[in-house]
Structures are given as structure tokens and as C-alpha cells.
């Protein structure tokens, strides 16, 4: 699987982005979809996971209610719909592709994502 995202700027808080991921490759509709984020001098962390048929979503507790993940197959794409965007949510973000167990704490383990896009930077000014 081959992953490309994309969709990144500067946004004022309160602001909205979407991000895309592209994807290529004959597993990407049986995987689990991803993104990660990873802000200057952090480690990277999961903000959001969605399942192959695009039924089950899953949210790191400071995205929940303001962010929005979602896939189209028939598109071979990922989005994440940001809203409300705080200086906080600054980071790269990744997109990413594995097999981790559902309903379990997996989805949230970057362990558990065998491919990764490039990285887009989201900036959220004050």
C-alpha cells in the first residue's frame, strides 16, 4: 500500500481543514486506516482510526467531537474533516495503513500500521 496525504496549511484557531490521503495497492480496502500526528519535539500520536468498510471510527479524547474521519473506497481515499481547530492541534499529520485489532487498544498503536504516507503540517495560529 502505497499512502499520499495532503491537505495541510495554516488555519486561524477556530479554522477547519481537511486532510486526504490517497492510497494505492490491492490490500487498502481491507485495511485499517489511520492518522497520526506528531508536533516539534513530541512523539507521534494517534488522533484517529476508521475500520475497512468505513462503519467503525475511533477518536483520541481531545479530537472527539471536532474532528471527523472517513473513507471512500471507491476512491482509494482517506479524509479527516478538522473543525475548530486549537493552536494545540499544530503537528505533522501521517496517514497510515495496518491490521490492528478492533474494538481494542490497537487502533490507537502506531505499531500496528505497516504503511505510512509522507506527513502533511497542519499550523493553527492563536
Known amino acids: 500500500v502505497q499512502l499520499q496525504a495532503f491537505g495541510g496549511g495554516l488555519v486561524q484557531a477556530g479554522g477547519s481543514l481537511r486532510l486526504s490521503c490517497a492510497a494505492s495497492g490491492r490490500t487498502w480496502s481491507s485495511s485499517v486506516m489511520g492518522w497520526f500526528r506528531q508536533a516539534p519535539g513530541k512523539e507521534r500520536d494517534f488522533v484517529a482510526a476508521?475500520?475497512?468498510?468505513?462503519?467503525?471510527?475511533y477518536y483520541e479524547d481531545s479530537v472527539k467531537g471536532r474532528f471527523t474521519i472517513s473513507r471512500d473506497n471507491a476512491k482509494n481515499t482517506m479524509y479527516l474533516q478538522m473543525n475548530s481547530l486549537k493552536p494545540e492541534d499544530t503537528a505533522v499529520y501521517y496517514c497510515?495503513?495496518?491490521?490492528?485489532?478492533?474494538?481494542?487498544?490497537?487502533?490507537?498503536?502506531?505499531?500496528?500500521?505497516?504503511?505510512w504516507g509522507q506527513g502533511t503540517e497542519v499550523t493553527v495560529s492563536s
Open positions: 497510515a495503513a495496518g491490521s490492528p485489532a478492533e474494538y481494542s487498544s490497537s487502533v490507537g498503536d502506531y505499531d500496528e500500521y505497516n504503511y
Open positions: 476508521i475500520s475497512w468498510s468505513g462503519g467503525t471510527a
